[in-house]
């Protein structure tokens, strides 16, 4: 597997390398000293796994307290997966990154501490899993507006785009809370 860079270089694409024939496939989905090699040292505590709908929309989350670095990949259908870097000191602050993960590319995206991560759904249905450097911590937990002019994330088209409550009332960046 390889790590390959972004425009924002610290959110990298993980490229399995896959061994498949006729009886399917065999990757690895991680392998701590590609991450180490990379410069990346943080280890994970915590594995999630979600399904949601066309035209769910995730996000965009993240904690103010107990950063946490994401590892994602999807292990059924398709989605747009978005990472915003919200570190004050960064020369990237405010902007995104934006990848398609999906059951058939087989890639993951590794999206560190502080930025805001999120994904919609682009297939009829997507699970997706994704591996924590913390844990979650709900008091900790913010929610940047998906839909903020001033990120100007090119979303794929869908049908509806839903969201929760939370998601729904979020915080834009000018009155975020964010890194230093």
């Given at each position: 597997m390889?790590?390959?860079p972004t425009r924002?270089?610290?959110v990298m694409i993980l490229e399995p390398v896959v061994h498949g024939d006729h009886r399917g496939f065999f990757l690895e989905t991680f392998r701590r000293e590609v991450f180490?090699?990379?410069g990346i040292e943080d280890e994970f505590v915590q594995d999630n796994h979600s399904k949601s709908a066309h035209g769910v929309l995730r996000g965009l989350h993240y904690q103010v307290r107990q950063p946490?670095?994401?590892?994602?990949?999807v292990v059924q259908g398709e989605v747009f997966d978005v990472a915003v870097d919200l570190r004050r000191s960064s020369p990237t602050f405010g902007q995104w990154v934006g990848e398609l993960l999906s059951a058939d590319n087989k890639r993951?995206?590794?999206v560190p501490p502080?930025?805001?991560?999120?994904?919609?759904?682009?297939s009829e249905s997507a699970e997706v899993t994704y591996?924590?450097?913390t844990y979650y911590a709900p008091e900790h937990e913010r929610s940047l507006l998906w839909n903020d002019p001033a990120l100007a994330?090119?979303?794929p088209a869908v049908r509806e785009v839903l969201l929760s409550d939370k998601d729904r009332k979020a915080a834009v960046l000018a009155t975020a809370e964010t890194f230093d």
């Open positions: 390889r790590l390959v924002i270089p610290e180490l090699a990379a946490q670095g994401k590892l994602v990949r993951a995206l590794w502080g930025f805001a991560h999120g994904f919609l759904v682009t591996k924590c450097t994330i090119s979303w």
